[in-house]
């Protein structure tokens, strides 16, 4: 994954009345990416967190994200 | 533990978007006045792993002669957690529903989320669904 160029992430926030939208933008990514095969499913796992966390004040630990995370950092 | 939890996501789940669904045969998704915006088929009921069904919106005239789509959840357990996966495909080129569904579906998982986690679902504002060339409800 090293040998992959970098990729680009935009975050934008918009208030709609009493709420906040967050959308993520990941882009830039070449054909057959490895990066973004993992980002496809790291991204959901991490916004799910965020909202766990200012909701209701704890972040998730999932075993698998764990698991890729390792199995990425040893490749 | 998982099971109980992915049964519990379903229910809310089928709560939070007004659909009755009886698990079988066909299935209608109403605003909060009582109007039917989207009427489907349930394709597979897989007990508290899979609910496939075709989704056709039919409010508008141009939605409804597009042909239906098909809208899956999976629910896997992860440890104490479990993930849900929602697939919704089958879009013709050119929908007119591709970018009001592109909206919906994360305020309606952010809200079930919030229903899940802290007992109160979102006030989904209206603006947050503004559809690009689309007349709404």
């Given at each position: 994954m090293e040998a992959e160029p970098p990729?680009?992430?935009t975050?934008?926030?918009?208030?709609?009345?009493?709420q906040v939208r967050l959308t993520?933008?990941?882009?830039?990514f070449e054909p057959g990416s490895r990066a973004f095969e993992?980002?496809?499913?790291?991204?959901p796992f991490v916004l799910s967190s965020l909202k766990s966390y200012l909701e209701a004040g704890k972040v998730l630990h999932a075993p698998w994200y764990d698991t890729e995370s390792a199995q990425q950092g040893a490749a | 533990?998982?099971?109980a939890d992915q049964q519990r996501i379903l229910k809310a789940l089928l709560v939070q978007h007004r659909a009755e669904i009886r698990l079988e045969g066909p299935?209608?998704?109403?605003a909060g006045d009582g109007t039917t915006t989207d009427v489907g088929e349930i394709l597979e009921v897989d007990r508290p792993r899979r609910l496939s069904y075709t989704f056709h919106h039919v409010l508008s005239e141009?939605?409804?002669?597009?042909?239906?789509t098909k809208v899956?959840?999976?629910?896997?357990?992860?440890?104490?957690?479990?993930?849900?996966?929602?697939?919704?495909?089958?879009?013709?080129?050119?929908s007119v529903i591709l970018d009001g569904i592109s909206k919906g579906w994360p305020a309606i998982l952010s809200s079930l989320k919030s229903l899940l986690e802290s007992g109160q679902p979102l006030a989904i504002p209206p603006s947050a669904l503004a559809i690009e060339g689309f007349e709404g409800p």
């Open positions: 990729s680009r992430v975050f934008e926030l918009e208030q709609q009345k009493d993520i933008v990941h882009d830039g993992g980002i496809s499913r790291g991204w | 533990m998982g099971g299935l209608a998704v109403r141009a939605a409804r002669k597009e042909r239906p899956s959840f999976n629910l896997e357990p992860h440890g104490k957690l479990v993930k849900l996966t929602l697939t919704h495909e089958d879009f013709q080129d050119g």
